[in-house]
T-cell receptor, first 115, second 112 residues
Framework: NAGVMQNPRHLVRRRGQEARLRCSPMKGHSHVYWYRQLPEEGLKFMVYLQKENIIDESGMPKERFSAEFPKEGPSILRIQQVVRGDSAAYFC?????????????FGSGTQLSVL | RKEVEQDPGPFNVPEGATVAFNCTYSNSASQSFFWYRQDCRKEPKLLMSVYSSGNEDGRFTAQLNRASQYISLLIRDSKLSDSATYLCVVREGGGSNYKLTFGKGTLLTVNP
């Protein structure tokens, strides 16, 4: 499967723990986007990364959330000290060059549940 | 005002019915417009792009009115498999043209 791969599919954490969500973009894609979908809400942009660079993190909460896309390996969305309000579906998407008319390919998402 | 606003739904229609979804967007600098579908909290999948001249793909017709900042999707002869949440999506213009803004979605259930 050469699509966008996210893991884990489901992640359960207790309040105060850390959550790490992984995203491997499609082969040949160097642009990664993270979106969050809260229950009964639309997807909200969080962050846009290229290899080793954060291009736009305007949608990231100011605290506890961070993202990276290292030269080697998947993109990681990290949530420290999770709270119940972090429970959501987190979707990653990738594109080849970040151009206006490029199609984004979405992964299957990680469903985070905070107990 | 929400950036992308859709019919709240849900829509319940019998097989074979015609159903229309409406959407408005607030950013007049938006560049590109799409309809996505999402099944049971799975990943959103692109259904079709929306062009100013209007475009059709089989049973699906999309329209865009830039002056009114309005987008629509028409589904004719609906099938059971059309049951999903339909997302109106807008791509911003200018320096943020990589960013997609999603509406909350409208749930469609097609009944036998």
């Amino acid at each position: 499967n050469a699509g966008v791969m996210q893991n884990p599919r489901h992640l359960v954490r207790r309040r105060g723990q850390e959550a790490r969500l992984r995203c491997s973009p499609m082969k040949g894609h160097s642009h990664v986007y993270w979106y969050r979908q809260l229950p009964e809400e639309g997807l909200k942009f969080m962050v846009y990364l290229q290899k080793e660079n954060i291009i736009d993190e305007s949608g990231m909460p100011k605290e506890r959330f961070s993202a990276e896309f290292p030269k080697e390996g998947p993109s990681i969305l990290r949530i420290q000290q999770v709270v119940r309000g972090d429970s959501a579906a987190y979707f990653c998407a990738s594109s080849e060059g970040g151009l206006t008319n490029e199609k984004l390919f979405f992964g299957s998402g990680t469903q985070l549940s905070v107990l | 005002r929400k950036e992308v606003e859709q019919d709240p739904g849900p829509f319940n229609v019998p097989e074979g019915a015609t159903v229309a979804f409406n959407c408005t967007y607030s950013n007049s600098a938006s560049q590109s417009f799409f309809w996505y579908r999402q099944d049971c909290r799975k990943e959103p999948k692109l259904l079709m792009s929306v062009y100013s001249s209007g475009n059709e793909d089989g049973r699906f017709t999309a329209q865009l009115n830039r002056a009114s900042q309005y987008i629509s999707l028409l589904i004719r002869d609906s099938k059971l498999s059309d049951s999903a949440t339909y997302l109106c999506v807008v791509r911003e213009g200018g320096g943020s043209n990589y960013k997609l803004t999603f509406g909350k979605g409208t749930l469609l259930t097609v009944n036998p």
